[in-house]
């Protein structure tokens, strides 16, 4: 069974904290997104990584960086929380594909609050 | 740019109720359209997707069809079920090889017995 995991599901932190969220995924996959969702504003892509030390931005980096040293993790890092980055996060997975038809696996989320 | 455009909800039916959420859709190309699901305290999983135009998707009762001539993906389903309540997304991924899929808002669906 695919697997897409998130290292926590709620996280409450301080503003002006670094924050890390982790995103493993065991299928193998080039490709891994993370999100943020909004009540109103649906998803929206923060950065991608299409293999090992790639990135790209998404509509909406500012105020994060990603890492990616190994094919089956992906890291987003808030360098300096605030309180609008509270949301909730997603991460996804998927193969590469031309044209691209292959499925997004998703994780189950991290809710993170900024105080 | 590419773009999703569905209603937010929330749509709220009584069970075995016909269903139908409008989708539509702006992209160059010749982009894959989908439809995720996501579960109360869930992550998202995909429900149905076509690929080319005039394909149908079809699962778990669901089905939509790829119409380019009005780039719509309209998502119905025939009898609903309290199980079916949750948030519908359409999405599109655009031609290229890196899966870049741009979301709609999602549509909150509630099903009452």
């Known amino acids: 069974d695919v697997k897409v995991t998130q290292s926590s599901r709620y996280l409450v932190k301080r503003t002006g904290e670094k924050v890390f969220l982790e995103c493993v995924q065991d299928m193998d996959h080039e490709n891994m997104f993370w999100y943020r969702q909004d009540p109103g504003l649906g998803l929206r892509l923060i950065y991608f990584s299409y293999d090992v030390k790639m990135k790209e931005k998404g509509d909406i980096p500012e105020g994060y960086s990603v890492s990616r040293e190994k094919k089956e993790r992906f890291s987003l890092i808030l360098e300096s929380a605030s309180t609008n980055q509270t949301s909730m996060y997603l991460c996804?997975?998927?193969?590469?594909?031309?044209?691209?038809?292959?499925?997004?696996?998703f994780g189950p989320g991290t809710r993170l609050t900024v105080l | 740019g590419d773009s999703v455009t569905q209603m937010e909800g929330p749509v709220t039916l009584s069970e075995e109720a016909f269903l139908t959420i409008n989708c539509t859709y702006t992209?160059?190309?010749?982009?894959?359209l989908f439809w995720y699901v996501q579960y109360p305290g869930e992550g998202l999983q995909l429900l149905l997707k076509a690929t080319k135009a005039d394909d149908k998707g079809s699962n778990k009762g669901f089905e939509a069809t790829y119409r380019k001539e009005t780039t719509s993906f309209h998502l119905e389903k025939g009898s609903v079920q309290v199980s079916d309540s949750a948030v519908y997304f359409c999405a599109l991924s655009d031609s290229g090889g890196y899966q870049k899929v741009t979301f709609g808002i999602g549509t909150k669906l509630q099903v009452i017995p």
């Open positions: 996804a997975s998927s193969f590469v594909s031309t044209p691209s038809t292959d499925t997004q696996y």
């Open positions: 992209a160059t190309g010749y982009p894959s």
